[in-house]
């Protein structure tokens, strides 16, 4: 019996143990639960030491644990390091789930449950998967490596620290995540570029406390009109981003990339479906996907200042807040782009109020070489896993720990998503095709396969 | 003993009565205290027969009731309207009271007590004066009718049907309010002018839902962005308001009136203890009075969307609101104000998102003629008052009820206020000086003294 026989013979017995998991509810954004997240690590180490792994730790931080799991017994093939996160979103609002978010449910061919597709299922894919050919062929074509973060949901903040604090023990050739989606079962995707992030604050001040619009309308410059009028200059009427030194470090888009985005439409009708708007919009030159893929954006998501209540109240506002991010591509560096910002809302502040820039949030940017071995052997793994050859595709979003291994090992980062569009991840009725986790699990056993005939050099390449 | 001796005789009995009324808590704004709020309609309609009135109705309208009383016996004299309102702001944030806002406490030759000076304590100092006079002569020199409401604090939505309703009841020569300040004891203001007011609400509509900033950041127009854009459109840099038409029915300022405020400077060092500022700024070629008093505004009050909790969250809202008003000056219409501005919204907002303007108050402009000799009287009734000859200022709040009166009746209204700058109206520690209690009393008594020294047609004029 090879592994993939394996592991069809014991489906029912995995996506028990997955359910299993699923009931631990291990949200790392609320404290009360922080018993049960630290148990969610200890559910995952025994699971891996169940499996066969040689090396299971738990490791404390200074917030929610990090599971590591090693088996290090193919000398001289390449080691895979695998991450991924046990955390979970919160519920709310509870009563839109049709089903108790943490008693995981099967319908229609899909499990539901808080974590099924982001991420214990997907994570769990490859724990199996590797369970299937321990057990198969009593060892592994490759060394492995799990790196399983509790904190992927609260900004990862203990992440980084550990990974440069741990450079040795988690050493690898290639690294593989599997923490997105597909476009369909017969369409795989490979994410190989994620937009960075540079998330900020913009503070205007005006007088001490708020005034009276009678008393006072006409002789202070309001901070929320201030806001706004800061707000509106940083885009150019076109669209575009009005920062002086914003693009520099962006790259033109590539006229193979852009034929390759070509082949994979998004159609206004998906996108109005999607969206319920009734036109498109962008920079002009850029399809929709090209938009996401390999544009960075500015955007402001939220703005508060003055009265908000019902009904009328005439209110000279103190002060006004915004919350702006920007996507970055490419060599943006977060950092810069902070500093570019702050620098273009200084001089766009009226003499009349103050205004200040705080960095919240960043993470960088990050691209993998389509043409490495290790690329090649993602999509030979996803044509036995799911039967068709990938696509490839920029990613709008921003997985920041990407570019921090990319970085630490100069390694390729495999993105092999399992998930579908509508898994309603971070919202309710999450879910995970349960096709998908079995697929899932042959992907990754073809995929440590394909790792295993390589060279470390020949996989890290 | 004449009037102002048979005042000056019961002011420790007057002030007495006044913190009775003050400890009765006629919050208007929230209905549990609604009953309270009619008890003290009922306490001060008994108040008024007591003194004498002859006729005292509380009539019920669709929320709290108006109180209305009358003495008719002068003959031939000219009518004085006295309005002014019962209801109080409410009283949070409580823990800044540095004593209990409904139980009246003296202190420095103050009395502190939610509602002392807005609008109590001003409207009583009117009934003790009619009192006082009633006492001392037995009758009036003018007619006299009293109109006091209790939905000032919220709009007074059930006044202007109750003076359509009633014109043949409220007909009067002259109407008289004291529900303002004044700049010192020693310098008294007459009000010549308010400004008007049209409150409206703008919303911005995109995507169906919040989306992933992720996902869609680059292919979509964001609400909050082209809200920030409209409002940022609605001035021009100079200042000025940017919608076609709004200065049309403004009149240019009269050289004499501008002479006038200057006697009256509003001092940079005023102007900056009083808001936090360092720096001035302001419509140029215009005064801070005149900027205050004769130039209209438009303001945003309020700004909300997206997301606005603590820390990162990267949201593309799906809709975005502004509160946004003007203060109207001259002949500006406040509906007409409305329309243009919604037509200017229409015109900026951006095809890739809908938007919305709502109408949420308005109150007409209002000024009264200083050549008046009504004015002329309450200008002598001040100097007996309060020893000095009033200042004229136009002010820059709104009075909707004063538009409303002048258009119902074409009489002049005076608005000779009481108070201090530093009354904390609407805020904690409220106070009114009792001194300019007892100050204007003698004042109202030498207005109706004044008043009945002319023909009705005289008072009109």
Redesign the interface.
């Given at each position: 019996m090879n592994a993939y026989e394996y592991a069809s013979t014991h489906h029912d017995a995995y996506l028990d143990e997955l359910k299993s998991l699923l009931r631990l509810q291990s949200i790392s954004a609320l404290s009360e639960h922080n018993a049960e997240t630290a148990k969610t690590a200890d559910w995952l180490a025994d699971n891996l030491r169940q499996i066969g792994m040689t090396r299971v730790e738990v490791y404390k931080t200074g917030g929610h644990p990090i599971v590591f799991a090693e088996w290090s017994g193919a000398t001289g093939a390449p080691t895979v390091l695998i991450y991924g996160h046990y955390d979970v979103q919160p519920v709310d609002p509870l009563e839109l789930w049709d089903t108790s978010p943490f008693e995981p449910t099967i319908k229609d061919g899909n499990l539901f449950a808080r974590g099924a597709a982001d991420d214990k299922g997907q994570v769990f894919a490859h724990i199996k998967a590797i369970e299937s050919i321990l057990k198969a062929d009593g060892k592994l074509p490759v060394n492995v490596k799990f790196l399983i973060e509790g904190e992927e949901e609260i900004?990862s903040e203990h992440l980084d620290p550990f990974i440069e604090a741990n450079t040795d023990l988690l050493r690898a050739d290639v690294c593989v995540i599997s923490d997105s989606h597909i476009l369909a079962t017969d369409r795989p995707v490979i994410v190989y570029a994620l937009?960075g992030?540079t998330?900020m604050e913009i503070e205007v001040h005006?007088?001490?406390?708020d005034?009276?619009?009678?008393?006072?309308?006409?002789?202070?410059?309001?901070p929320?009109?201030a806001?706004?009028?800061i707000?509106?200059?940083l885009?150019k009427p076109d669209?575009t981003i009005n920062v002086p030194g914003f693009y520099d470090r962006v790259r033109p888009i590539d006229q193979k990339e852009r034929e390759a985005l070509k082949q994979i439409p998004w159609t206004d009708e998906e996108?109005f479906a999607e969206?319920?708007?009734h036109?498109?919009?962008?920079?002009q030159g850029y399809s929709?996907r090209e938009?996401?893929g390999v544009?960075p954006?500015l955007?402001?998501?939220?703005?508060?200042?003055?009265?908000?209540g019902e009904?009328?109240?005439?209110?000279?506002?103190a002060k006004?807040?915004a919350?702006i991010?920007c996507?970055l591509v490419a060599a943006q560096d977060p950092l810069e782009i902070y500093e570019l910002v702050k620098k273009r809302v200084a001089a766009l502040t009226?003499?009349?109020v103050t205004s200040e820039v705080r960095l919240?949030?960043t993470g960088y940017p990050a691209s993998v070489d389509l043409n490495s071995r290790a690329i090649e052997a993602a999509s030979a793994a996803y044509e036995r896993g799911f039967g068709a050859r990938p696509v490839y595709l920029p990613?709008?979003?921003?997985i920041p720990v990407v570019a921090t291994l990319q970085n630490t090992f100069k390694i390729p980062v495999l993105l092999i998503g399992l998930g579908l569009p509508d898994d309603n991840l971070h919202a309710p009725n999450e879910k995970f095709k349960i096709d998908h986790f079995y697929r899932g699990i042959d992907t990754a056993i073809a995929l440590f396969e394909q790792i295993g005939q390589m060279t470390p050099e020949a996989a890290r390449s």
């Open positions: 900004a937009r992030l998330y005006g007088a001490k406390g005034l009276h619009s009678g008393a006072y309308g006409g002789t202070v410059y309001n929320l009109q806001l706004c009028e707000v509106a200059a885009h669209g996108f969206t319920g708007l036109s498109s919009w962008g920079e929709r938009q996401i544009r954006t955007e402001v998501n939220g703005i508060v200042g003055g009265f908000i009904g009328p109240k005439t209110v000279l506002p006004a807040l919350k991010s996507r009226p003499a009349a919240l949030n990613e709008g979003g921003s």
